[in-house]
């Protein structure tokens, strides 16, 4: 196949040029002109490590060197290298806090830029902070924050509002099942997370949540624990057929009433 090269002051022209153009007109359709932007809260702590993966979004999309970051108008890193052009309410604080305590000084966003570099580099780092799972979910941040916002949406007329305000919002259903399983069935998340991936309890409760909520195999994997999303696909499967049932805990989470 052969590929046309333009010029890029004519591509950057033409993306003007199309950006111009009204919804109304074009007919536009997808997210950006028919739909709300993902929402997650955010712990304070969680705030750092997501100003990293926003900063890196032109780095991943090929759009621009890490080392030529700054140069690309279009990034809020290029807003935060050049102190000026920012917004009134725009701090960087967090960010700067996040990779080792920097100031935001001429030396501090410096070495901002290089931990950015860095980091665009280190899979290993990325993992630990979360870039795989950025996107997903409705909330992060430690353990007790997200207690915190649950206990916050326990009013029925404020859960309501708060999750139809968007489909994500569905998962602290999800987490206040959890909860409540867990208690029915005496057990911490301390045990949640040191049980085997296919004790019978757990899989009773993967089963109730897929059945009960329709909850995603890939969100029950990572929240109980149970390894890959075929493990979860599996284990549920063999319960079904009443292969390694344990009838105690089936019983008792079958108590469990459904969230509304």
């Known amino acids: 196949?052969?590929?046309?090269?333009?010029?890029?002051?004519?591509?950057?022209?033409?993306?003007?040029?199309?950006?111009?153009?009204?919804t109304s007109s074009r007919k536009e359709n997808g997210h950006v002109f028919q739909g709300?932007?993902?929402a997650i809260l955010l712990d304070e702590g969680a705030i750092g490590p997501v100003c990293h993966y926003i900063h890196l979004n032109p780095v991943r999309a090929g759009l621009v060197e890490s080392s030529d970051l700054e140069r690309y108008g279009a990034s809020s890193f290029h807003r935060f290298w050049h102190p000026r052009r920012r917004r009134s309410h725009e701090s960087f604080a967090l960010a700067l806090n996040?990779?080792?305590?920097?100031?935001?000084?001429p030396k501090g966003r410096r070495l901002y830029?290089?931990?950015?570099?860095?980091?665009?580099?280190?899979?290993?780092?990325?993992?630990?902070?979360?870039?795989?799972?950025?996107?997903?979910?409705?909330?992060?941040?430690?353990?007790?924050?997200?207690?915190?916002?649950?206990?916050?949406?326990?009013?029925?007329?404020?859960?309501?509002?708060t999750e139809a305000e968007a489909a994500e919002m569905r998962e602290p259903r999800w987490e206040r099942a959890v909860s409540n399983l867990l208690e029915r069935l005496d057990r911490s998340e301390e045990?949640?997370?040191?049980?085997?991936?296919?004790?019978?309890?757990?899989?009773?409760?993967?089963?109730l949540l897929r059945e009960r909520y329709l909850t995603p195999n890939s969100w029950i994997a990572e929240r109980l624990h149970m390894g890959k999303v075929s493990t979860v696909q599996s284990a549920v499967s063999r319960h079904r057929s009443g292969s390694g049932v344990d009838p105690k805990s089936w019983e008792?989470?079958?108590?469990?009433?459904t969230l509304g």
Request: proline letters at 3%; aromatic letters at 8%.
């Open 191 to 207: 045990e949640l997370a040191q049980s085997p991936k296919g004790a019978p309890w757990k899989v009773a409760m993967a089963r």
């Open 1 to 22: 196949m052969f590929k046309t090269i333009l010029p890029r002051r004519l591509v950057d022209r033409a993306s003007r040029s199309k950006n111009r153009q009204t």
């Open 98 to 105: 996040s990779a080792g305590g920097l100031a935001d000084t």
């Open 113 to 161: 830029g290089d931990y950015l570099g860095w980091l665009a580099e280190e899979d290993k780092e990325q993992k630990r902070l979360g870039f795989e799972r950025m996107c997903r979910g409705w909330v992060k941040g430690t353990r007790d924050f997200r207690k915190a916002v649950l206990a916050d949406l326990k009013s029925d007329a404020g859960r309501r509002v």
């Open 36 to 38: 709300r932007y993902k």
């Open 252 to 257: 008792e989470v079958q108590k469990h009433e």
